[in-house]
T-cell receptor
Framework: GAVVSQHPSRVICKSGTSVKIECRSL??????MFWYRQFPKQSLMLMAT?????????EQGVEKDKFLINHASLTLSTLTVTSAHPEDSSFYIC????????????FGPGTRLLVL | GNSVTQMEGPVTLSEEAFLTINCTYTATGYPSLFWYVQYPGEGLQLLLK?????DKGSNKGFEATYRKETTSFHLEKGSVQVSDSAVYFCALTMDTGRRALTFGSGTRLQVQP
């Protein structure tokens, strides 16, 4: 299967700062990328979907101005948490999908964000 | 809306024991169903899937049958190994074109030698 990396794996920051999380596909080009977040003992919740060449589509309740997603290339997506607050502390996971018509997603190992 | 409910963990078993992890779903139509596994320090990996009622997904000794009448997709394995220790997620999608997944909360399995 495909390999997806995330960086950093863990980040601690002060309230009010911005944090950028990178998601890279190491061996295939991804036309679609997803960002999920997971609170302790809860489900992964889809935050947004981005397709190559278009803006991200955000799920209901997710602030697009707070969680900036940039599908920079077919192998890189970034999630920037702007002006982070303690309630943004969570586990953020990206997944990448190859071309149309394929159900399989390939997930990164996740980034744990702690906002003090 | 759509939702997935799976049993809380952790589930602790001895090696070679029988495993069942329950998963039920709520959906407005006919979803595709998945089991994903996350080994320590790694990303989620697709374990198996089923796309229509009565389909059985299987992989690495794991099986799950899509039961429309009970809206369930329970994961089973006849004889677990220490290497099966991981977190298991049940998930569904209603839109294979968009491929967005709705996940359960995950069940941690610990297999002791």
């Amino acid at each position: 299967g495909a390999v997806v990396s995330q960086h950093p794996s863990r980040v601690i920051c002060k309230s009010g700062t911005s944090v950028k999380i990178e998601c890279r596909s190491l061996d295939f080009q991804a036309t679609t990328m997803f960002w999920y977040r997971q609170f302790p003992k809860q489900s992964l919740m889809l935050m947004a979907t981005s397709n190559e060449g278009s803006k991200a589509t955000y799920e209901q309740g997710v602030e697009k101005d707070k969680f900036l997603i940039n599908h920079a290339s077919l192998t890189l997506s970034t999630l920037t948490v702007t002006s982070a607050h303690p309630e943004d502390s969570s586990f953020y996971i990206c997944s990448l999908a190859p071309g149309e018509g394929q159900e399989t997603q390939y997930f990164g190992p996740g980034t744990r964000l702690l906002v003090l | 809306g759509n939702s997935v409910t799976q049993m809380e963990g952790p589930v602790t078993l001895s090696e070679e024991a029988f495993l069942t992890i329950n998963c039920t779903y709520t959906a407005t139509g006919y979803p595709s169903l998945f089991w994903y596994v996350q080994y320590p320090g790694e990303g989620l990996q697709l374990l198996l899937k089923a796309t229509k009622a009565d389909d059985k997904g299987s992989n690495k000794g794991f099986e799950a049958t899509y039961r429309k009448e009970t809206t369930s997709f329970h994961l089973e394995k006849g004889s677990v190994q220490v290497s099966d220790s991981a977190v298991y997620f049940c998930a569904l999608t209603m839109d294979t074109g968009r491929r967005a997944l709705t996940f359960g909360s995950g069940t941690r399995l610990q297999v002791q030698p």
